[in-house]
């Protein structure tokens, strides 16, 4: 039998997929779990099966537990309260104290930047908000009350059993559209995705590095939580993000002068009106030596390159959906 030393809750999703595919690279032997089958899948059943996933830990060398299993935000037009409790909640509470029993030398929650929820959306006319730890969340929907709450399940049992656990809060790396109408009227997927790079996006490759960083480190720091978005390229100071709020074109010429002819010359692309927010992973970045790849500035050089812009495990993992059939923009089946 095969010595098994990471698990991988949610292994048919995109992250877990990622995950799935990358760890092997790098060293690690991943043993995946999921409600859905899938090639990267081993064992399917519930994280909130304490049987299933007691059964799981105990009959494998596990050193590490990596959990993006979840109910997202596209489930909330599809799913109840209570399935987002059940999943989101209480399947997180039965990993972390099967977790406990063993000795772990890392506990990775992938959470969201969905949790800052209101705290992120300043109105038309105010300074974007910049968006690091200090922020209070301030959840605005189902999703991201769920995921605040796992969080704060995730330090009871650390501060319980002292088990190393750290929560990384990821900002969208998802590959299928924008669920904002308006947004995709503005502006072509692409054009989008590489601008979201500078403020509210991550490459799932990089994403993937930076739970190896936190298994590296979580025993060392015992507890942390930390924002997981490719580095901004702007400096966090009031004329920026004002700036942001009128006329973000300006800005992105002050930072990358080459983007704005790369953009609308050879590109045919655009800039959006506005950005509300910048999530800034400097903390990650500085207290765990996260050296993310799919910048902003990589963006562009690839691009001027005439390269893809993405990393080829985006492309590997590709879109998934959410659902078992088509529902809006976020499923196509």
């Known amino acids: 039998m095969s010595s098994y030393n990471v698990l991988v809750t949610g292994s048919s999703g995109h992250l877990g997929t990622a995950l799935m595919l990358m760890l092997p690279t790098l060293g690690f032997n991943p043993i995946g779990i999921d409600i859905l089958p899938s090639d990267t899948t081993h064992y399917v059943g519930s994280i ?25 935000k596209p489930h909330v037009c599809s799913h109840s309260k209570v399935d987002f409790i059940n999943t989101n909640i209480t399947g997180t509470v039965v990993l972390l104290e099967e977790s406990a029993k063993l000795d772990l030398d890392s506990f990775i929650f992938f959470s969201t930047t969905s949790t800052f929820g209101s705290a992120l959306s300043p109105k038309p006319g105010n300074p974007a908000a910049w968006i690091d730890e200090s922020v209070v969340p301030i959840p605005k929907n189902i999703y991201g009350a769920t995921k605040l709450a796992a969080e704060d399940m995730c330090f ?47 490459d799932i490759e990089d994403i993937v590095r930076a739970a190896v960083c936190g298994m590296a480190k979580a025993k060392e720091i015992g507890w942390g939580r930390y924002i997981i978005s490719a580095p901004p390229p702007f400096p966090n100071d009031s004329d920026t993000l004002r700036k942001l709020d009128e ?30 927010r910048v999530y800034d992973s400097s903390k990650f970045v500085r207290e765990l030596g996260w050296e993310p790849v799919y910048t902003f500035g990589n963006a562009v050089e690839l691009l001027s390159q005439g390269k893809s812009w993405r990393s080829e495990l985006t492309a590997q993992v590709g879109k998934k959906g959410y659902h078992a059939v088509s529902t809006g923009v976020y499923t196509v089946r």
């Open 156 to 202: 009871l049992v650390h501060k319980e059993t002292k088990m190393p656990t750290l929560v990384l809060r990821v900002s969208r790396f998802f590959p299928e559209q924008d669920d904002d109408e308006d947004r995709r009227a503005a502006l072509g997927d692409d054009n989008l995705k590489v601008l979201e790079l500078s403020y509210r996006r991550c």
């Open 48 to 72: 909130a099966d304490r049987e299933f996933v007691a059964s799981i830990l105990q009959n494998n060398p596990i050193k590490h537990v990596i959990h993006p299993a979840t109910l997202h």
């Open 247 to 276: 006329n973000p074109e300006e800005v992105f010429a002050e930072i990358s002068p080459a983007c704005v002819p790369l953009f609308k010359q050879q590109l045919g692309w655009g800039f959006l009106s506005r950005i509300d």
